[in-house]
Every structure is written in C-alpha cells, then in structure tokens.
C-alpha cells in the first residue's frame, strides 16, 4: 500500500491549499480516509476524514467550516481543501488510510494502518 500526499506549500494567512492524497494497492472505496497533521514538538492530531464510499465526513473543531475532505473512487485520490489559514495550521499533513475504523475511533491516529510521508504547509501571518 502506498499513499502520496503533495500540495503543500507556504500561503499567507486568510489563503487557501489544496492537499491531494493518491493511493495505490487497496480497494480504495472501501477505506476510511484520514488527514492529521503535526507541528514541531506536538502530537500527531486529527484533522478530516472521510468513510469509504464517502459516507461521511469528519472534522476536528479547529477547522470545522474552512476545511473540506472529498474523494474520488475512480481515481483513488482524497483530497483536503483547505480556506482561510491561519497561522496555526502551518504543520505537516499526513493522509492515512484503514478498513473498518469504526465511527469513534476516526479521529484516533493508531487506529490508520497506512500512512503517506506527509507534505509541509507553511502558513504565515
């Protein structure tokens, strides 16, 4: 299983990124998709997930209603779109990927088996 991540960059606040997850070696549609992200001398958080077949979406608080997690099966690729930065989102992304993880687990980073090599988003104030 492989998961590639890309789109990050540096962005000023207020702006917006396009994160893109492809990945390869699974049934993708019937994976749990997930982002976290990371910021130096933290703990790896939830950010967004999305069910298989995209029943569902998911978000952590902090970015409820700027964030947006979509995915296309037929192209096996999830993607984060990402409005109104601010700085505290400068971290790096990483996508994750399972099957069966049930709904009060999704925010729980063990609970993804898969993980892409994350991609860094710098945003400045």
């Known amino acids: 299983v492989q998961l590639q991540a890309s789109g990050g960059g540096l962005v000023q606040a207020g702006g917006s990124l396009r994160l893109s997850c492809a990945a390869s070696?699974?049934?993708?549609?019937?994976?749990?998709m997930g982002w976290f992200r990371q910021a130096p001398g933290t703990e790896r958080e939830f950010v967004a997930a999305i069910r298989r077949g995209g029943g569902g979406t998911y978000y952590a608080d902090s970015v409820k209603g700027r964030f947006t997690v979509s995915r296309d099966n037929a192209k096996n690729t999830v993607v984060l779109q990402m409005n109104s930065l601010k700085p505290e989102d400068t971290a790096v992304y990483y996508c994750?990927?399972?099957?069966?993880?049930?709904?009060?687990?999704?925010?729980?980073?063990?609970?993804?088996?898969?993980w892409g090599q994350g991609t860094l988003v710098t945003v400045s104030s």
């Open positions: 070696g699974v049934t993708f549609s019937t994976y749990t």
């Open positions: 994750a990927t399972s099957r069966g993880v049930i709904y009060s687990d999704i925010d729980i980073p063990h609970r993804y088996y898969y």
